[in-house]
Each structure stands twice: as C-alpha cells, then as structure tokens.
C-alpha cells in the first residue's frame, strides 16, 4: 500500500500552462507539465477496485509535495493514517495505534509518481512506452504508460490533465486491482514550511526506529 501511496503526481490548473501537444513527444509534453510544479497541496479522493469490481477501499486523503523529496500524505477518512518524509526520514503514524514507524528513505526506490514529483523524469521513456490522447475539444490530454519491463507490477498507467491540470491517475495493476487518484482544488507553488515534512512526534506514541545506519 505503501508503494501505491508514493504512486502520485502534480499539477493545478496549473497556472493555464499551454499544452503544445501537436508539435511534442508524448514523453516531452508529460515532463513539461511536470517539472514547472515546485510545491502542491490537495485533497486526493482515492478509490481501489477489486479485480471482480467490487470496491475494496475509498479514501479522504490531505497531500502536501515539496521538491525535491518532501511528501506528506494524511488519510482523513475512513481510517486516520499519516505518511511523512523529508526526503531522509520515513515516518508512518497511525493514531488509532499510537505507534509511529521510522524508517530510513531513499529516493532511488520510489515509486513512479515519486520521482515524477520530484522532477526525475528523464528515464521515463527507458522505463515506459508512452502515448497521448486528446479529446475533440483539446481541453482533456490523458498520458498512457506502459511499463516496459515484463516484470512490472503494472499492466498501464494513465496520467489526465484536463486544461493543463493535474486530474487523475489510474493505476491499472496486472493482478486486476485498479486504483483511481483525483485531485481537488490543488494549489501549485504556493509557500510550504519545510517543518511540514518533519514529523514531530506526540508524547507518548510508541516509536518503532526501523532506522538503518548509513554509515
């Protein structure tokens, strides 16, 4: 669940940045709507599907990315859940267990979304084919990943920007498990407090320091 967390992506109505479509490699236009978001904040609504099409979960969850690493996603209903990195450190805090687990985070094994975020994107087309669709009126562009690597745990990745914001992802996963993000009101650029991405843990949870040396 954790890697489907870090499975995000970015924009706003992303300041009304023009989609040049007709004159770019589905790979370029997907970089350049990306890499111009340094920070964003949304409400993400999430929905799992099951393989037989039955709805295994449906979630409320507050996100705040800053670049390059920090990353905040806070599961509002129905079960209270709350994952922070600062691109160093991992917290993952449920409070219905007063238990926080710290782990260490390398960047190198993120998840698609998470290097997306912070701008790492020039190994996309090494990683995946890539194509974009555009509806008649040109208002919707959905970008389709498909994963190069036979070994991948997704069957396709669908990015939708809709006037050059960020809309939805659609993970399509090869076990038929199909997970949908929607943004709401996102907000693009605007100022975070790096402290955000540092959790401060409450008195009297209990810590589980998974933490390995880097030394």
């Known amino acids: ?45 999430q929905l799992i599907v099951e393989s037989d099409g039955g709805l295994l979960e449906e979630s409320s969850i507050q996100m705040h990315v800053m670049r390059p690493d920090g990353f905040y996603w806070e599961t509002l209903e129905p079960f209270s859940e709350l994952l922070v990195t600062n691109g160093t450190i991992l917290w993952s805090y449920q409070p219905d267990l007063e238990q926080v687990v710290i782990e260490n985070w390398d960047s ?18 090494e990683d995946y084919e890539i194509f974009a669709q555009g509806d008649a009126g040109g208002s919707m562009v959905v970008f389709q990943l498909f994963p190069l690597d036979q070994n991948s745990l997704y069957r396709r990745i669908n990015i939708s920007f809709d006037n050059a914001s960020l809309f939805s992802i659609h993970l399509d996963n090869k076990n038929g498990q199909k997970t949908q993000w929607r943004f709401i009101q996102p907000q693009i650029n605007q100022q975070l407090s790096p402290d955000l991405f540092n959790f401060q843990i ?14």
């Open 108 to 125: 190198s094994r993120a998840e698609l979304a998470a290097e997306l975020l912070s701008g790492r994107t020039d190994s996309l087309t």
């Open 1 to 45: 669940m954790l890697s489907h967390r870090l499975t995000l992506t970015v924009s706003l109505t992303l300041c009304h940045i023009p989609l040049t479509c007709s004159q770019e490699m589905p790979q370029t236009q997907l970089s350049n709507l990306l890499r111009q978001v340094n920070t964003m904040s949304a409400t993400v609504q």
């Open 202 to 215: 409450p008195t009297g949870i209990d810590i589980v320091d998974n933490r390995v040396s880097q030394e």
